[in-house]
């Protein structure tokens, strides 16, 4: 079976290998580790909690990481993009987009980029409203 077309319902990054097998697991595996220390109270169990806390933390802050730099890449490409395919009057508008609407417009085909563009500067469009808007979805298939 062949995946699914990007579109504004299905654009969304779901990895198994990462939402279950690290975030979820070790999610678990610290209410495992609480409920063990109220039957077996012992500073050894204490400290296991805590390392079971810092895996969570760490496994978040990873993924938060990872997305914060998709967004810096993003803001630079978008940028780019905008810079060669906008007319004279929206490309010296390019620095007014939020880094939030350049991930929104990066989903925006070529046909329909500078309207998109336009409605965001008037109308002050979050990069949800943004996508909900687009008619000819661009995929991104390497985000993280």
């Known amino acids: 079976m062949s995946p699914q077309a990007q579109s504004y319902a299905h654009h969304r990054r779901w990895d198994p290998l990462y939402h279950i097998g690290v975030f979820l697991l070790s999610a678990v595996n610290f209410f495992v580790m609480v409920a063990a220390l109220f039957r077996h109270p012992s500073l050894g ?3 296991v909690c805590v390392l079971s806390a810092a895996l969570v933390l760490f496994t978040g802050k ?26 004279d009057g929206l490309r010296s508008r390019i620095l007014e987009l939020s880094e939030g609407q350049l991930v929104g417009l990066r989903f925006a085909s ?4 500078a309207d998109r563009v336009r409605e965001t500067l008037d109308e002050k469009l979050s990069g949800e409203q943004i996508k909900k808007r687009i008619q000819v979805w661009r995929p991104d298939e390497y985000r993280v």
Do not use: G, S
């Open 110 to 113: 070529d046909a329909e980029l």
């Open 62 to 87: 990873v993924r938060a990481y990872a997305l914060h730099n998709q967004n810096r890449l993003i803001r630079l490409e978008e940028r780019l993009r905008l810079q060669a395919m906008l007319p």
């Open 45 to 47: 169990m204490a400290w």
